[in-house]
């Protein structure tokens, strides 16, 4: 069978299986890299070659340095200063809360930031008595913006960057897509400030995140054996590296029928029990034996709370992470994550080294300055993204060495080209919008980017004024809940419904498909 139908039927496939929802993604793309493999569209070293592809490298990087910021408490003290300067008034905190995301994902990515603030975002609504569901889609929309505001905002603008360096004279600078970011950003506080009242619904989730910034508080009134024992209440149950969780003793525990004495280490010997409550009360005696159902409160370091109350011996009430994020100072980590950051953006915005060096260069000194442990480094980086991409780079590759993405720019340029390269631009951003919907924004740069190349090349035009385009419009993903993990993210603490996603994010989508094909040629001529 002749190669570019092969490519078309695998490509058809994958869509059906993205849109579906019933395969794993990352199945999907895996599937596809070897799918290409076995109808012998591409050698097995092409079909694989994405999984040792720079891009994906640099994307995982940008998981571990953001979640050194996250684990840190650095993303959470600029959550709390919302609120300490938001007052009770909607609009400022709606501006302050947009700003601050759009301005953290530049540096960190749409998930981490948004990922970061959520639990904020929503405590700010309630303590201003705002319906969360008012904050959080601007919230997420802010999100998709700043991701235009650097390189570092979203994978899509590494993928991109990666296609004009090798077909469009060049990489595209760190803070370059700030030009069209910053128009953008503004845009999209402009219209979630006038338009988020009428067009968003006001409605709560039945489940709102636990404010926990006055946690060591809360302890101490619950367990007034803490205040004795510091002299009226002046004990510091949590600092830059030591901390507290309450944890829940289950049945067949291994804990039960255990005796503990405020003091006791646990058996792991990492950390010390410094209270038992059960059925709601404190237990002030020198000893006593554990049931299930009893409440231990235990101290240690952060790394030692979150690595031993994970596992099945108990159930955490608060995880450490969240009462770290939230309650806990930064830090000299905190410090150490805020100077690593600095320099591996000099490094991207200088260009003194490859992108993916700088990357790999930052989460390396998150693990050894110990902002990060290792294991946390691996659990923070999103596997589905990297393999998504890894799986569909093959995919594109197949469009241009088979010819398909040649096929398919022709047909625009055949289609759309007497009406010049600008109804070309606008037919190739009306593709991507469509699918940005459906499939991940990812996939849709790493398929359209090939053909948006190909009917630059068809037209005798630049192709980086396509290419760009094409990242903003991919950052439009605003009409389904499932366009972007974000929006998910935001859609139960939102209590949002689907159309209330299409209802408000059609202006955001008409304003980026404006920017793209109006003012993205201006910057980058055809």
Aim: aromatic share 6%; proline share 6%.
């Amino acid at each position: 069978m002749d190669p570019v139908v092969v490519t078309f039927v695998i490509l058809g496939l994958a869509v059906v299986a993205f849109v579906s929802g019933r395969i794993p993604i990352a199945v999907v793309a895996i599937g596809v890299a070897l799918a290409l493999w076995a109808t012998g569209v591409l050698t097995l070293e092409q079909s694989l070659a994405g999984f040792g592809d720079p891009t994906v490298l640099f994307i995982a990087s940008l998981f571990v340095v953001s979640e050194g910021l996250d684990a840190t408490g650095v993303t959470a003290r600029l959550g709390r200063l919302v609120v300490a300067r938001g007052g009770a008034s909607r609009n400022r905190v709606l501006l302050l809360v947009m700003a601050l995301v759009a301005l953290l994902t530049a540096l960190i990515s749409v998930n981490g930031a948004v990922a970061a603030l959520l639990p904020m975002a929503v405590v700010v609504a309630v303590r201003i008595g705002l319906p969360p569901s008012q904050l959080l889609l601007p919230l997420a929309f802010s999100a998709h913006a700043g991701s235009l505001l650097a390189l570092t905002g979203t994978p899509v603008n590494v993928i991109v960057s990666e296609f004009a360096a090798e077909e469009a004279g060049g990489p595209f600078g760190y803070f370059e897509f700030a030009l069209v970011g910053a128009p953008l950003v503004v845009g999209t506080l402009l219209l979630a400030m006038l338009l988020g009242k009428r067009m968003l619904p006001a409605r709560s989730a039945d489940t709102v995140p636990r404010d926990l910034t006055d946690h060591a508080r809360t302890l101490l009134a619950d367990y007034s054996g803490l205040a004795e024992a510091d002299g009226g209440g002046r004990a510091v149950l949590i600092d830059a590296e030591n901390g507290v969780a309450e944890v829940m003793v289950p049945p067949r525990s291994e804990l039960v029928g255990m005796r503990v004495f405020p003091g006791m280490a646990t058996p792991s010997g990492k950390l010390v029990i410094l209270a038992l409550a059960r059925n709601g009360r404190e237990l002030t005696g020198p000893d006593a034996d554990v049931e299930v159902g009893d409440v231990l409160l235990l101290q240690g370091t952060w790394d030692d709370l979150e690595a031993n109350t994970g596992g099945d011996e108990v159930r955490v009430v608060d995880a450490p992470s969240a009462v770290r994020g939230q309650a806990a100072p930064i830090g000299t980590r905190g410090v150490a994550a805020i100077v690593v950051l600095a320099a591996m953006v000099v490094l991207l915005a200088t260009g003194l080294v490859p992108a993916v060096v700088a990357g790999l260069l930052a989460a390396g000194a998150m693990i050894l300055t110990r902002v990060v442990s290792i294991g946390r480094a691996y659990r923070a980086i999103s596997w589905t993204t990297v393999i998504l991409v890894a799986g569909m780079i093959p995919l594109s590759t197949a469009f241009t060495t088979t010819g398909a993405a040649e096929i398919v720019g022709n047909a625009l340029v055949a289609a759309a080209g007497p009406g010049g390269p600008l109804v070309v631009l606008l037919a190739v951003c009306v593709l991507v919008v469509v699918l940005g919907q459906l499939i991940s924004n990812m996939a849709t740069a790493l398929i359209v980017a090939p053909i948006a190349l190909s009917a630059a090349a068809e037209l005798g035009v630049s192709g980086r004024p396509f290419l760009m385009a094409l990242t903003v419009v991919a950052a439009a993903a605003f009409l389904t809940p499932i366009a972007t993990p974000v929006n998910l993210m935001v859609m139960g603490p939102g209590g949002y419904r689907f159309g209330d996603y299409a209802r408000f994010g059609w202006p955001f989508t008409l304003l980026f498909l404006a920017v793209a094909v109006l003012l993205v040629p201006l910057i980058w001529p055809f």
